[in-house]
Each structure stands twice: as structure tokens, then as C-alpha cells.
């Protein structure tokens, strides 16, 4: 299961490396809350897409934070689409990813 938090705040605006790792710290302390011992994984990407609302292609790094679990249950990923959801409203995007398994869906 992963996540992807951009750095970007209004579709295409940039953050500062000061809230982008308070948005990191924010996921990693609600994955340790549900999961316990498991840490999640980082992987620093670089995200594309195409926004309807600004009518062009947005590019942004991202970080993927990533859990191993040995069974994907209904609620993880109702949890996982929670922190989209979370992401997604507090960086003001028009979708966030997130992975499970080897799928990915936008929220």
C-alpha cells in the first residue's frame, strides 16, 4: 500500500521543504497510529499529469511512502484512501495516487 505526497499546494504551486516534511511527518504518524511498528518506506519520484483546471501538464516531485502488509484488507484501503482524502483537501489538489498492490488509483 503507498501514497504519493507532492510537493505542490494549488495544483502547481511549490512548497517549502518546511511543509512538505510537517505533510510527511503528518502521514508517517497516522500509518504508525493504525499499523504500530511498521514503518513506511520513502521513494522520492517525479509525478505528471494533466490539470483540467489550470488546461496543462503539471509536473511535481514526489515522495511515496509505502507499507508492506501480507494481507490488503478492505479497511487498509479505506484507510489509505483516507489519506488521500487528508492530502488531497490540505494541499488543495485536484486528485492524489495511491498504491495497492501493483494498481494505482486517483482520489
Not at 23 to 49: C, D, N, Q
Not at 77 to 101: C, H, P, R, W, Y
Amino acid at each position: 500500500m503507498s501514497v504519493y505526497i507532492p510537493d505542490t499546494m494549488n495544483v502547481d504551486q511549490a512548497i517549502s521543504k518546511e511543509q512538505h516534511q510537517e505533510m510527511l511527518y503528518e502521514i508517517v504518524h497516522r500509518i504508525y497510529k493504525r499499523y504500530g511498528a511498521i514503518t513506511p518506506a520513502f521513494e522520492r519520484g517525479l509525478g505528471s499529469w494533466y490539470s483540467e483546471e489550470l488546461q496543462k501538464v503539471v509536473y511535481d516531485n514526489i515522495i511515496i511512502a509505502s507499507i508492506e502488509l501480507e494481507d490488503v484488507t478492505q479497511a487498509d484501503i479505506k484507510f489509505f484512501i483516507s489519506l488521500a482524502k487528508f492530502i488531497k483537501k490540505e494541499m488543495k489538489q485536484e486528485a492524489v495516487t495511491i498504491g495497492i498492490n501493483t494498481a494505482i488509483a486517483m482520489i
